[in-house]
């Protein structure tokens, strides 16, 4: 990764839907250099995805939000678990915690069923000994993750 990727991920990080002309111009290169630079940032993993990021405000639909903190009841060889869990749309985020917690489940739905209708499927898991749960109630603070230099080291 050179500097030209770094101003590239930066402005997509601005704004995804700049065209590959327009990144162009901005670093100074022709059209098609910056799609196959894209393109690779794609292949070694520094791109991994896109997303859509709503305003709190706007009217495309209230989204619940929920913690829950699993216990498994064998540490070492819950990948069961994990694979369940990775089929689940609404998991927005599953981290494998030290302490009395096993794992960190992060929902996000449509509605407070929706995510009971999860929380009773991943406590009826083979392999979970238990749950707790905490909803989200209000939104403090919603940082996008930033890409720096030594975050995007292989």
Known sequence: M???DEK???ELSRNARTSHAELGHRVLLSRNAVRQRIDRLERKGYIRGYTI???EDSDTGDFV???VLVYRQDRMRGGEVLAALRRIPEVVICEVLSGDFDLMVR???QSLERIRGIWEDIAQMP???NTVT???LSRVINRPRVMRSQDSEP
């Open 65 to 67: 939000s929920a913690l």
């Open 134 to 136: 905490g909803f989200g």
């Open 127 to 129: 392999g979970v000994s």
């Open 8 to 10: 590239i991920l930066s």
């Open 53 to 55: 990021v709503r305003d």
């Open 2 to 4: 050179d500097a030209i």
């Open 107 to 109: 929902l996000e739905a």
